[in-house]
């Protein structure tokens, strides 16, 4: 694996006001990589799914600590990785899978993972039942210049 | 953060700003009364002040087309950015209809 250029870490708690303030931290932190405006709403809105899904989801009956880690490599990718200690999921293909929500009543659209895949290069999900969630977003800037 | 105008049975919501889970739930506070009190024909979604939406932008259109049907009305989203419509492209919203 390759050395990371740049790296930061965030925690911060399970309140719906840090969503903007998650994808706002992570604009700043990719700022000078130079992305395109579709790179940088990609990425924003990517991390926007991953945190309110620790927000509404992981921690849904109680309130805890989100983590967010980046890193940033030479060749221009970025890796994000969004961490909760909340309920897990006990079926990730099924929660993964286009439309699926366990909160349908509270105008959940069930895309927040459809959107994390379509908009970044690479989707990893780790989860527990009663642990917690990771998701680790990948997505090289720089990729689809000239376009 | 929400506007309206109500004009020949046509209700316009002007929504301004960032649409995530946060602010939906007030947009959609706002929204909904003024539908309710209106009974509008249509109800128009204005997206041109929207500088960033998240899937919560889909929940809040697809409760707000619930919301009229009950209200023997419809739906219409309009003025959104080629940025917001490569989300609304992965909703389905499109065959519906709703999108102008
Ligand atoms: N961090 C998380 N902790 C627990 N469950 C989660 C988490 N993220 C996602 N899920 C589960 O996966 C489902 C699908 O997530 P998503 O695609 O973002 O849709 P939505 O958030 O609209 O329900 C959620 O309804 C929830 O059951
Ligand atoms: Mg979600």
Same mark, same amino acid.
């Given at each position: #694996? ?6 930061? =870490? ?34 924003? !809105? ?5 945190? !309110? ?10 309130? %805890? ?30 929660? #993964?899978?286009?439309?699926? !929500? ?23 999900? =780790?989860?527990?039942? %009663? =642990? ?6 990948? =997505? ?8 | 953060? $929400?506007?309206?105008?109500?004009? &020949? ?16 739930? /007030?947009? /959609?506070?706002?929204?909904? *009364? ?6 509008? /024909?249509?109800?128009?979604?204005? @997206?041109?002040? $929207?500088? @960033? ?9 697809? *409760? ?10 419809? $739906? ?6 080629? &940025?917001?419509?490569?989300? @609304? ?8 209809? $709703?999108?102008?």
């Amino acid at each position: #694996m390759k050395q990371a250029v740049n790296e930061m =870490k965030l925690r911060f708690p399970s309140k719906s006001c840090n969503e903007a303030f998650a994808r706002g931290a992570v604009s700043a932190f990719i700022m000078h990589l130079d992305p395109t405006v579709n790179e940088l709403s990609d990425l924003k !809105t990517a991390v926007s799914e991953a945190v !309110t899904n620790c927000i509404v989801h992981g921690y849904r009956r109680q309130s %805890g600590m989100i983590f967010l880690d980046g890193k940033i490599f030479d060749d221009g990718r970025v890796l994000l990785k969004i961490r909760d200690k909340g309920c897990g999921i006990e079926d990730v293909a099924q929660a #993964m899978q286009p439309l699926f !929500t366990t909160a349908a009543d509270e105008e959940r659209a069930g895309l927040g993972f459809a959107v994390m895949q379509s908009f970044c290069d690479k989707v990893r999900v =780790k989860s527990a039942p %009663g =642990k917690g969630t990771t998701v680790t977003l990948e =997505k090289r800037l720089g990729a689809d210049d000239g376009a | 953060m $929400v506007e309206t105008d109500y004009t &020949n049975h046509i209700l316009t919501a002007y929504i301004r700003g960032e649409i995530d889970h946060d602010s939906a739930a /007030r947009i /959609r506070v706002e929204v909904d *009364g003024a539908a309710q009190s209106l009974r509008p /024909r249509l109800l128009r979604l204005d @997206f041109g002040g $929207v500088s @960033f939406m998240d899937s919560s932008g889909i929940g809040l259109v697809m *409760g707000r087309c619930r919301q009229m049907q009950l209200l023997g009305g419809t $739906v219409r989203v309009v003025n959104y950015s080629d &940025n917001l419509r490569r989300i @609304f492209v992965l909703s389905g919203l499109e065959g519906l209809g $709703v999108l102008a």
